[in-house]
């Protein structure tokens, strides 16, 4: 495929964030051209495609990734970095939906995420700058009152490694005026998102894994016994298919496109501050969001910047001026940071489902999918990864507890869905500015 054709990532390259301008080396991988065959074939090279493909080399499958721009250009290789324990949709709300027995299933999963991360890195010696913890940010008594209950609903399934720090506690680690307190994770951190990718990518690769690039995928054959995924180039046969394009899949899988909705948030990255000046912002490194329904997001990099998130535009497109509107934000919690220089700022896609809850499946009876992580997947995309092996390696146990998680549509059909959830979050940023 001539790169300028490309049907959703422009020329195919990364998009001009700070990531990819400090991202360690790696190879051009070469497109897929011809007829090939393999045990298993991956389409998305972001956290879920090289989490299951990584699970699945080491087991000893013939894994190939087909990937339609390069290693990490989604989500994966471009998001806050922060490694959060959970599934989005709170354990509370899975209780509520779908009863006791899902939520005891999904509370013994919720770290498992941050785990595998630092198993990968330790093991493949992934240098993606690493640090611990997480915070979580309360602007009103009322994100008080409900940290305080996720707290002891998570202890009441035995995670324990949280802490509710008070205004003055909170100060400690964020020189900020701006919150009532906090919870912190001390199992949560953060890391540079396309290094991790690509430290996973050079790791798959190194035990047989094949990955080819600017190969957007324009069809697949999933009711076939031995699925198909065709390019303009090549097609790649295989015994079983999984399907990892998540907000970037638009419609080629025309069963998974109502399942999600592609929504972009922004980050921009300052200017080096300096040892002195991040440590006095974010002394003890933690990243740190806040709870809201359109959050703020923020840590500092390895090299000390600051990297500052937020936003949502239902649809999945980008602002025009992404500097303009995180600025304001910025400056609400770090005003000592006014006038400083934005070196980078760039936006990309989450899929969100309807409920928050990412949801898994098959179609067909080769074909797998995972996706909709809901602005939060990097440590579930990495679950998500793992279990989708288990199950292809024939242990279905886990893959089976996802794939009856019932799932809904966006209200609205194709037209109206995006104007239905702006009015929605629009509801949920009112009860937020209103503190209720
Ligand atoms: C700006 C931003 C900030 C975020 N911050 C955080 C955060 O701090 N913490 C957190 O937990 N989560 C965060 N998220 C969400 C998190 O990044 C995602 O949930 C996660 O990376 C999803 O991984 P994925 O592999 O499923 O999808 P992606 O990383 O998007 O990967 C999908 C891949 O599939 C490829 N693809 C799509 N269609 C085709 C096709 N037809 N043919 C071939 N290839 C195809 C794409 O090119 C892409 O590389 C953020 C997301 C964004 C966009």
């Known amino acids: 495929m001539n790169s300028t054709t490309h ?38 090279a972001g956290y879920s495609g090289l989490s299951t493909g990584l699970h699945l080399v080491e087991k000893g499958y013939k894994v190939a990734i087909i990937e339609g721009a390069r290693v990490g250009w ?62 979580f940010a309360a602007l009103t008594k009322a994100h008080m009152n409900e940290l305080e209950q996720r707290m002891k609903l998570w ?7 949280q802490q509710m720090l008070s205004k003055s506690e909170l100060r400690q680690h964020v020189a900020s005026d701006l919150y009532e307190g906090a919870l912190i994770d001390h199992s949560g951190g953060h890391m540079h998102p396309l290094n991790l990718c ?23 054959d999933t009711e076939a016994t031995a699925p198909v995924a065709r390019t303009s180039r090549g097609t790649m046969t295989c015994r079983t298919l999984v399907l990892c394009g998540n907000a970037y899949l638009g419609s080629v899988v025309p069963e998974l496109t109502w399942r999600v909705m592609p929504v972009s948030t922004q980050v921009m990255a300052t200017e080096p501050l300096g040892e002195e000046r991040a440590n006095a ?32 535009v ?7 001026n992404i500097e303009a509107k995180l600025r304001r934000n910025m400056d609400k919690v770090f005003p000592q940071l006014k006038g400083v220089r934005i070196d980078y700022a760039w936006s990309g896609n989450f899929a969100l489902s309807f409920s928050r809850v990412p949801q898994m499946g098959r179609i067909g009876d080769n074909t797998y999918f995972a ?44 037209i109206f869905r995006v104007p239905y959830s702006m009015v929605g979050s629009w509801w949920y940023g009112l009860r937020d500015k209103l503190g209720i």
């Open 7 to 44: 049907p959703y990532a422009g020329n195919g390259q990364h998009t001009g964030s700070y990531y990819a301008a400090t991202a360690n080396p790696a190879p051009v991988r070469a497109e897929l051209v011809g007829d090939q065959q393999v045990d298993v074939c991956i389409v998305g």
């Open 74 to 135: 989604g989500a994966s290789g471009r998001n806050g970095g922060q490694i959060v324990n959970g599934l989005n949709a709170s354990l509370q709300t899975i209780k509520k939906r779908y009863g006791e027995d899902t939520a005891n299933f999904v509370a013994g999963l919720v770290q498992e995420g941050g785990q595998i991360i630092r198993e990968r890195i330790k093991t493949y010696e992934i240098q993606c700058d690493l640090k611990d913890k997480n915070i």
């Open 155 to 161: 202890a009441s399934y035995g995670i324990r490694n």
């Open 198 to 220: 690509l430290g996973e990518a050079a790791a798959f690769e190194k035990l047989g894994g094949m990955i080819y690039e600017m190969s957007p995928v324009i069809s697949v």
């Open 281 to 312: 912002l974010i002394p003890q490194d933690a990243c740190v969001e806040d709870i809201r329904y359109i959050l703020d997001y923020y840590r500092l990099s390895g090299d000390k910047r600051l990297l500052f998130g937020g936003g949502t």
């Open 314 to 320: 239902y649809g999945g497109t980008d602002p025009d």
């Open 371 to 414: 996706h909709g992580y809901s602005g939060h997947g990097v440590t579930g995309s990495h679950t998500f990864g793992r279990i989708l092996s288990e199950a292809i390696d024939g242990d279905l146990s886990r893959f089976d507890v996802f794939k009856d998680v019932p799932w809904y549509p966006f209200p609205g059909g194709r």
